[in-house]
């Protein structure tokens, strides 16, 4: 009565659990009234008349105790049902043993229980002993014990064996296969069957037709919140059925997942089936220290079914697989919810990769990370394609719909007559990249040093990207149908995209991106263009500029605006080409040769314009000095682009052909300084020409003192003095530093040669003499600088006190143009050649002609070769003799023939040989010497000998023989056929010397012979200067016409 009281109580208390079931099976009221009453009457009767038989396995064991001295055991098996037991064979010396008995029981008590215990069997004399005085003399290996009404169907099942009190020592689980057939039940499903079509229906109840198809996740927390399948009632009916007929929880939670499984797209499905399986895997996985069963072992013995539920699994994993590689499709980004399933459903693959890797022990099964990247490629590889093709309209909902296009569907896609779509194409990418890093990477982080989902997808994008946009490059450069402008637009779009999304990532941080390189033709076109507009723009510039005068951009600017407004279009252009960023050495090192083409050819036609009209600003004050500066602001500008360009780092080509223009815009700023202060050349003879007459009224010949040197040089100095401050005052205002050095290296220049000229070195005044000095001056590449100053209206040379004032005059002029630093360098006026041809020159003047013409013997060791050619050779003998006593040298010259004389003439030849000694104190002494005469031969002989005495004072190395071939004339000056000159230094060793000479038309001379020759002309009242210069100065006659 009391069991019966409590299934009143029950029914009263809990009726929506048995409504539930009613509804769930479509059973009607009285049917299930009827179901009701008779299973009241089975539970009333209870086990009176229950029977079953009970088939046990027993299979194996693992991990068992070692009691053994030997380390191991020697396991059998006891089986006990109610009161009947069976034992197994001993398996001697093994831990892990394997029995495979069967056994067979009668049970009639549905209390009753199945004792199985493992023994380690024992035969040595202390067992035997111990079996006197104990029922069991084997030492205790472990237990388990299974309730007989949890019995159903049949069952493979490892179970842990456990301790029989706290002191058993127990480890390791044994293997039993029960067969379990109840009397009056034979055709009834076994339990577990039972339960799992329990479990489906009331799960396909709650979810179909209660809750529309969605699945109703109970909210429970806690660590066992796993256990929870359904609301109370529903979850009360599980429970019960698994308690009463010992389903066991794992089996149960199986169940479970094998029927969300049907769901996992459904909101929290994924996050709960991922967390059964994570506690499934922690079921079969786990291993202790007293269990050492195998994880796929365990799981083989599972009820569920092992193949059932690997292939629930692989179908699971598959479809999972379906839906990721549609992730933007299946978990929208704007959906947190479908974000968060999203996270639980790599959870969940996660988990079965861990299953597989764990519970099944394969090998190497897909790792959860790379099947997730695979998935997430496969949706990216189908998004971009589908905003490929869908790019016009997919656009036009991103922009404002004010902006929107109607464009006819045949041209929204690529098209080689405009560009419009490719900018369109990298905004769509960008908001997928986007979205991928700001919604999707922070949801799919568990795999973070495997997985980024902004970096996958802006990888991806760029490489699908990267193939089209090649390829649609290619076939634009064979048209061409765009403006440049609008290519090296979508670059720069290109560029910051490849910036912002690509660069950084691993698979490109080493790498050098080809996009560059896809638009080279077009940059390389553009520069083309851009040239044009450099060479319209300096143009104008310099016309605007003319027009203003070429006045300075400012009080402190020295240059004019042409050469801003040049640069700053310079500037402009190469900024563009440095905003490319261009990444490819290749592609860069192009332009960079291209933009160099370009400076080049601008500067040079700027230079040239300015080259061109500089000779009619002379005449003003300040334009020349500012045309200057322009110049040299093109070369400092010119250096600090090339440094902008890369510097050292530039391609070598490139940087070749800016040195050069660095090079030719400084020979261009070195002629327009030379024109510039060429133009002062008039004025500044002036000043020397009032100097020079300054000068020639200071007397006398015996040398000034210091204090009134002083005083003359300031009083010669004075009108040059005064141009010279009034205009470098003015340069140094308004000249660049580097242009005023180089005005004030030319007006230098110029002041120290027109003093030399006009003053220290006037030419001869004979015309005999004047043409003799320009025949000189023909080899040594000087007639024009002779020429210049040839012509004066007298003659003269300098006197002591000149001289000395001119010592004066030139630290002056020097000081003044060094200016305290501000000027010219004083090691460049110092190393001057000009001032040292002067300084030479007033050295000489001061010099005795015996010395001066010692000086010349002694440096001109050239005279007798000419570039142009022979007219002819003479043979002549010369010896040498220095008397013991006297110390006096006796020169014996034999003239023995000459040959091959070069000559025409109308008249009788009559050639002969004038022999002149050269050198110093022969004033007193014979100088010249001349053969007779011979009858038209131009090969005559002579064989006649003369003898010179030379003085005692120096040595014959100082001194020369001069011989010249005349062809003798009556009554007027005999003709000069040709000439040459011996140098007693060659025979000093030898003693004496016969040999052929070439003769040559006149006689060779450097700058000081011809500075000697100049200073000795000036020497008109000394006979022994007169005839030297006549000597030196003789040049071959000219020839009659036969």
């Given at each position: 009565m009391a069991m019966k009281e409590r299934m009143k109580i029950r029914e009263r208390n809990r009726p929506e659990v048995f409504e539930m079931i009613q509804e769930m099976f479509l059973i009607s009221k009285d049917d299930f009234l009827q179901h009701l009453k008779s299973a009241k009457q089975i539970v009333l009767e209870g086990t009176s008349k229950w029977s079953a038989k009970i088939t046990i396995t027993v299979l194996c064991a693992q991990g068992l105790q070692a009691k053994?001295?030997?380390?191991?055991?020697?396991?059998?098996?006891?089986?006990?049902?109610?009161?009947?037991?069976?034992?197994?064979?001993?398996?001697?010396?093994?831990?892990?043993?394997?029995?495979?008995?069967?056994?067979?029981?009668?049970?009639?008590?549905?209390?009753?229980?199945?004792?199985?215990?493992?023994?380690?069997?024992?035969?040595?004399?202390?067992?035997?002993?111990?079996?006197?005085?104990?029922?069991?003399?084997?030492?205790?290996?472990?237990?388990?014990?299974?309730?007989?009404?949890?019995?159903?169907?049949?069952?493979?099942?490892?179970?842990?064996?456990?301790?029989?009190?706290?002191?058993?020592?127990?480890?390791?689980?044994?293997?039993?296969?029960?067969?379990?057939?109840?009397?009056?039940?034979?055709?009834?499903?076994?339990?577990?069957?039972?339960?799992?079509?329990?479990?489906?229906?009331?799960?396909?109840?709650?979810?179909?037709?209660?809750?529309?198809?969605?699945?109703?996740?109970?909210?429970?927390?806690?660590?066992?919140?796993?256990?929870?399948?359904?609301?109370?009632?529903?979850?009360?009916?599980?429970?019960?059925?698994?308690?009463?007929?010992?389903?066991?929880?794992?089996?149960?939670?199986?169940?479970?997942?094998?029927?969300?499984?049907?769901?996992?797209?459904?909101?929290?499905?994924?996050?709960?089936?991922?967390?059964?399986?994570?506690?499934?895997?922690?079921y079969y996985a786990r291993t202790t220290a007293t269990t050492n069963v195998s994880a796929s072992d365990r799981f083989a013995a599972s009820n569920f079914g092992r193949e059932k539920f690997v292939k629930l699994l692989d179908q699971l994993h598959n479809s999972l697989r379906i839906d990721l590689s549609k992730y933007r499709d299946n978990f929208p980004a704007s959906n947190p919810e479908r974000l968060q399933d999203l996270k639980s459903t790599v959870d969940l693959l996660t988990s079965i990769t861990f299953f597989r890797m764990k519970v099944q022990e394969l090998q190497s099964p897909p790792r959860a990370s790379m099947v997730v990247k695979d998935c997430v490629r496969a949706c990216l590889d189908s998004t971009y394609k589908y905003i490929f093709d869908n790019c016009h309209d997919l656009f036009n909902q991103v922009v404002d719909q004010t902006k929107k296009q109607d464009v006819p569907r045949e041209e929204q896609g690529p098209s080689i007559k405009n560009l419009d779509f490719w900018p369109n194409m990298i905004t769509l990418m960008v908001t997928v990249i986007d979205e991928d890093r700001t919604a999707y990477t922070p949801v799919l982080n568990q795999f973070p040093q495997e997985l980024n989902m902004g970096k996958v997808s802006a990888e991806i994008m760029w490489n699908l990207f990267a193939l089209d946009m090649k390829y649609a490059m290619e076939e634009h450069e064979k048209q061409r149908l765009c403006k440049s402008t609008e290519y090296m637009n979508l670059h720069f779009k290109v560029k910051w995209f490849y910036n912002e999304y690509v660069r950084d990532l691993p698979a490109f941080k080493d790498t050098v991106p080809e996009y560059s390189l896809w638009f080279e033709a077009f940059v390389i076109q553009w520069l083309d263009e851009n040239e044009d507009v450099s060479m319209e723009f300096l143009h104008g510039a310099l016309e605007r500029d003319k027009k203003d005068g070429f006045q300075p951009t400012s009080e402190h600017a020295l240059f004019s605006c042409s050469v801003v407004d040049v640069f700053t279009q310079l500037n402009q252009s190469f900024e563009i080409i440095k905003k490319l960023e261009c990444p490819n050495p290749q592609a860069l090192a192009h332009f960079m040769r291209r933009f160099a083409n370009t400076i080049n050819k601008v500067l040079l036609q700027y230079a040239a314009i300015i080259s061109k009209y500089f000779g009619a600003y002379l005449s003003k004050e300040k334009l020349p000095c500012i045309l200057m500066n322009n110049i040299q602001q093109l070369r400092v500008q010119l250096e600090k682009m090339f440094e902008s360009m890369g510097g050292k780092e530039l391609d070598p080509e490139a940087s070749s052909l800016l040195k050069e223009l660095q090079i030719k815009l400084n020979a261009v700023l070195d002629e327009l300084s030379i024109v510039f202060g060429a133009s002062f050349q008039p004025v500044i003879e002036d000043c020397v020409k009032q100097m020079n007459q300054e000068l020639s009224q200071m007397k006398g010949n015996g040398a000034a003192n210091k204090s009134n040197a002083a005083m003359d040089a300031e009083t010669a100095l004075r009108p040059l003095m005064d141009l010279l401050d009034k205009n470098l005052t003015l340069f140094a205002k308004i000249c660049e530093k580097t242009v005023l050095k180089r005005v004030l290296k030319e007006l230098w220049k110029l002041v120290l040669n027109t003093i030399e000229k006009q003053i220290v070195l006037p030419p001869l005044i004979d015309q005999t003499g004047t043409q003799l000095i320009f025949s000189a001056a023909k080899d040594l590449g000087q007639l024009s600088k002779l020429k210049e100053h040839v012509i004066r209206e007298e003659?003269?040379?300098?006197?002591?006190?000149?001289?000395?004032?001119?010592?004066?005059?030139?630290?002056?002029?020097?000081?003044?143009?060094?200016?305290?630093?501000?000027?010219?360098?004083?090691?460049?006026?110092?190393?001057?050649?000009?001032?040292?041809?002067?300084?030479?020159?007033?050295?000489?003047?001061?010099?005795?002609?015996?010395?001066?013409?010692?000086?010349?013997?002694?440096?001109?060791?050239?005279?007798?070769?000419?570039?142009?050619?022979?007219?002819?050779?003479?043979?002549?003998?010369?010896?040498?003799?220095?008397?013991?006593?006297?110390?006096?040298?006796?020169?014996?010259?034999?003239?023995?023939?000459?040959?091959?004389?070069?000559?025409?003439?109308?008249?009788?030849?009559?050639?002969?040989?004038?022999?002149?000694?050269?050198?110093?104190?022969?004033?007193?002494?014979?100088?010249?010497?001349?053969?007779?005469?011979?009858?038209?031969?131009?090969?005559?002989?002579?064989?006649?000998?003369?003898?010179?005495?030379?003085?005692?004072?120096?040595?014959?190395e100082v001194y020369e023989l001069h011989l010249a071939v005349k062809d003798y004339c009556f009554a007027r000056e005999d003709r000069i056929i040709g000439m040459t000159v011996i140098q007693l230094k060659d025979l000093v060793e030898k003693g004496s010397c016969a040999s052929w000479y070439p003769l040559v038309k006149n006689i060779s001379m450097d700058e000081t012979g011809l500075t000697i020759l100049r200073i000795l002309s000036q020497r008109t009242n000394d006979e022994v200067a007169k005839e030297f210069v006549r000597l030196k100065s003789d040049s071959r006659s000219a020839e009659e016409t036969v």
């Open positions: 053994d001295k030997t380390g191991s055991s020697d396991p059998y098996v006891t089986v006990q049902v109610g009161k009947t037991k069976r034992r197994t064979k001993t398996i001697f010396g093994n831990l892990n043993p394997v029995w495979d008995e069967k056994f067979h029981f009668e049970c009639h008590n549905s209390t009753d229980r199945i004792k199985v215990r493992v023994w380690d069997e024992d035969d040595d004399i202390k067992s035997r002993v111990k079996q006197h005085f104990k029922k069991e003399s084997d030492d205790f290996l472990g237990q388990t014990i299974v309730e007989v009404r949890t019995l159903s169907g049949e069952m493979d099942v490892w179970y842990n064996l456990e301790k029989r009190t706290d002191k058993s020592a127990v480890s390791g689980a044994i293997r039993l296969k029960i067969s379990v057939e109840m009397k009056g039940e034979e055709k009834v499903a076994p339990y577990h069957v039972q339960y799992t079509c329990l479990h489906e229906n009331l799960f396909h109840y709650l979810t179909e037709v209660k809750n529309g198809g969605v699945v109703k996740i109970p909210e429970v927390k806690g660590d066992e919140a796993w256990k929870v399948y359904f609301e109370d009632a529903a979850q009360e009916i599980v429970d019960e059925f698994a308690m009463r007929y010992g389903v066991e929880f794992i089996y149960q939670a199986m169940t479970h997942f094998s029927c969300l499984s049907s769901k996992y797209m459904c909101s929290g499905v994924p996050a709960v089936m991922s967390t059964l399986l994570a506690n499934i895997n922690a003659a003269r040379s300098l006197t002591p006190r000149q001289c000395a004032v001119m010592e004066v005059v030139l630290p002056t002029i020097k000081q003044y143009f060094h200016a305290g630093g501000n000027g010219l360098k004083k090691a460049f006026l110092e190393k001057s050649p000009d001032l040292q041809s002067l300084r030479y020159a007033l050295s000489l003047y001061t010099q005795t002609t015996d010395a001066l013409i010692k000086k010349y013997t002694c440096t001109q060791h050239s005279q007798g070769q000419s570039s142009n050619g022979s007219v002819g050779e003479i043979s002549v003998q010369v010896d040498l003799l220095t008397h013991p006593g006297t110390g006096e040298h006796k020169v014996t010259v034999k003239i023995v023939a000459v040959n091959d004389l070069t000559w025409q003439t109308n008249t009788m030849f009559r050639p002969f040989v004038e022999v002149n000694a050269v050198g110093p104190n022969l004033n007193d002494k014979r100088r010249r010497f001349g053969t007779k005469t011979k009858s038209n031969t131009w090969s005559p002989k002579y064989n006649e000998t003369f003898q010179f005495i030379l003085s005692n004072e120096d040595g014959p």
